[in-house]
């Protein structure tokens, strides 16, 4: 099966920041065969099917570094309460979440992200069994890990009981095409030494990235500072748990001494900028992370902490705070922006070989991004435009290894409708609704 | 012509910020005539028409306080260059602005702003006489204010020339119903001492508020220390012109004292968050103003400094932003920056009396936000899902003054491939495009 796209505006986001303003597109089944200028496009060239881009940007499909795709249900509830975890999330969680409302929330989170443009995504949260599955079935590629905490959750019955789920876990998906199972222990203080040492050496059986968030709370810091005179990320590395396999979410309080480790270790980052400064927790020094060479994604965190799954809204706030912050409005070029938003989530994730550029070889995973819309004119730039001027309702169409699961706007295989009255369906038995209105009402 | 809305959740943003889950607005030709819950809707009420709003969010029209709607053909044009505004900006504004190129940008900035649910805004630039004409003609409500700056631009011959412009251009528009003609000085440092006072002056006889950029830039600062020992607002203060009339847009850099003075004056502020921060000038002492008691409303500034022309990015920025300057999670709530983004936008314009709140007797200028798309789901807290969860792309159908302009997502009246090509011959007549593209490749 081989898919034609021509008239795109290509971005490759290759090495060399190719770029085709009229250029095609060839995929033959999974995986990308030729991209191109549509003058250098072969006049007696075969194919099966043929998308006119009519001057859509293609570019990879984005990569979201860092969600939580079991909590949709959560979104909107509590944004502006700083104790919005404990009042809120905690005990609604405990009370309300289940494999078939995580499974159905992940389905829709899925649908979202597709039809934001996002392709690949790392996740973590309770019942990645359920959502390994959601994600095979919305033909998503993936990587899910369960977590790990030092209490007993929704999921497991004794505290820390995700590195045993983890352990059954795991071995289910290896070989999977698209899905990978992980581990992500929540947090360095939210787990015992011998848990993270278990979760980086699982991750390290299996080959597979995992998760944790680090350095992201203010207690966090002062916990080892007053307990071991360290940092979060010295204390990781003492413990000998740093690798090239661990993708770290947040890293918002980072010391010089910090950034090094991580690059010594080739630690990944996964920063999330729109719900880091939704919750005033601050701006992580990306900038000084990307000149030490440390790799970074994007990431959106789960729906209840920045609300929205796709990049579009990360891009812009990204440069609005990194320009901010550094005093200085060519600081992130948007092309760096949009860069980090697909080849840099997928060096994130380990899946530079695969993902991440438009490169004959790799997996067809790509992005078409309407410029009919209003607010998608005049473009001199399409890096800009992504950046500055896109949202998520531009996305048109999605194709995740060669198959396109989102066409016109619209869900190709899936119906959105349908996807709501399950997860509504999911809510409404475990009372989720009705208690989330008692506690916000109390 | 009467037209119910029914099954809406109406958001009054009156003083008590009444809600109705599930509630109706009748309009009765150009202004609102009840609104209520559903279940005190009157069995023999009496319409024309009936619009069944499916559970969209119905709230006053927003208010964009502050932009350049003749300046689309910019849009994404050397967004990351520090030095823009001299390298591109300039040279190809005087090279290409004229009357045909405002006019079919100022449409099409009216048509962006109307499908993002902006039903009123006041607008700074040049060929403020076809501005207000293509804010009539598309049916918006607008306040316009022509630039005064101390060099020859396109539309005057002489230096300040924009203050005789405005004084033939103000009475021209006198009593009309939504349009305001007004002044607008560039900046303090760019205009004289007799200029500014002609200009409020000018705004005082025919009462109507003028607008300014006020403590934007470094340079503004350092010059007003240097040469007066003075903030900019000191030096406004003490040529006599600060007063109820003025909008002070940006205000980036302000003292306690400048605080004190705008609030002694009742002068407005037009914040910008959007903008400020893609040119990393700053965050502006939004809480502080308001707990002086300063009015301030949202602007989203010109297309080529802020890209796009809607509240909905500016909102989440505005959110984000605040919050993590201030450390606290609980800075502005969702619903008070729906207010800034509504009635504050109003009373900033001095039109409290007419829009911003949906109450019997004001003006029609409402919009319907829908929630079936994928980002709107759940819904606890509608202020939340406005700000964190929606974008322009939501807007669903958009009235001014009782006449529908947008519905079902597209202009009522006007069709935006037109409004594009019509703007398109205009940049294509002028070389627009061609110049611009060479400049950025120099």
Redesign the interface.
Not at 372 to 375: I, R
């Given at each position: 099966m081989k898919t034609l796209i021509k008239n795109a505006w290509v971005l490759t986001m290759n090495e060399q920041m190719e770029q085709f303003p009229n250029g095609y597109l060839m995929v033959d089944d999974e995986k990308i065969s030729e991209a191109g200028t549509m003058d250098s496009l072969p006049k007696a060239v075969s194919y099966d099917r043929c998308i006119d881009a009519k001057g859509a940007i293609l570019l990879p499909g984005m990569v979201n570094t860092h969600t939580h795709i079991g909590m949709?249900?959560f979104?909107?509830?509590?944004?502006?309460?700083?104790d919005r975890l404990r009042r809120f999330l905690f005990p609604l969680e405990n009370e309300c979440m289940n494999e078939q409302l995580a499974y159905t929330s992940g389905k829709?989170a899925i649908?979202?992200m597709q039809?934001a443009g996002v392709t690949t995504f790392f996740d973590m949260y309770y019942f990645e069994q359920q959502l390994a599955e959601a994600a095979d079935e919305m033909h998503s590629r993936a990587l899910l890990a369960e977590s790990v905490i030092d209490t007993v959750t929704v999921d497991v019955p004794d505290p820390m009981g995700g590195l045993q789920y983890a352990e059954e876990f795991l071995p289910k998906w290896q070989g999977h095409h698209r899905i990978q199972a992980s581990i992500g222990p929540h947090a360095p203080y939210s787990n015992t030494i011998e848990v993270l040492q278990k979760a980086d050496a699982l991750s390290k059986k299996y080959d597979v990235p995992w998760m944790m968030h680090v350095s992201e709370m203010d207690f966090e810091l002062e916990k080892y500072r007053k307990e071991r005179n360290q940092t979060p990320v010295e204390f990781l590395e003492e413990i000998g748990v740093l690798s090239s396999r661990l993708v770290a979410a947040h890293c918002i309080h980072l010391t010089d001494h910090d950034i090094e480790l991580l690059k010594k270790y080739d630690v990944k980052v996964a920063h999330c900028i729109?719900a880091?400064?939704?919750?005033?927790?601050?701006?992580a020094r990306v900038r000084d992370l990307i000149n030490a060479g440390v790799i970074v994604g994007l990431g959106t965190d789960g729906p209840s902490s920045g609300?929205?799954l796709?990049l579009f809204?990360q891009m812009?706030?990204f440069?609005?705070?990194h320009?901010?912050y550094?005093?200085?409005?060519?600081?992130?070029?948007?092309e760096q922006i949009v860069k980090l938003a697909t080849i840099g989530g997928a060096k994130a994730l380990g899946l530079e070989e695969q993902i991440g550029t438009i490169e004959a070889g790799k997996q067809a995973d790509f992005i078409l991004v309407e410029t009919?819309?209003?607010?998608m004119?005049?473009?001199?730039?399409p890096y800009?435009?992504l950046?500055?001027?896109a949202?998520?309702?531009?996305v048109r169409d999605v194709f995740i290894d060669g198959k396109q699961v989102v066409s016109g706007k619209k869900l190709a295989d899936a119906d959105?409708?349908q996807l709501?009255a399950e997860?509504s369906e999911a809510?409404e038995q475990c009372g989720f609704?009705r208690k989330?209105?008692q506690a916000?009402n109390k």
């Open positions: 949709i249900p979104r909107s509830l509590g944004d502006d309460y700083p829709y649908a979202e039809l729109g880091n400064t939704k919750s005033a927790k601050g701006v609300n929205t796709d809204s812009r706030m440069a609005n705070f320009k901010t550094l005093h200085d409005r060519s600081a992130f070029p948007a009919d819309s209003v607010n004119f005049p473009i001199y730039d800009s435009a950046v500055y001027s949202n998520a309702g531009n959105l409708a709501r997860l809510m609704r989330a209105l916000l």
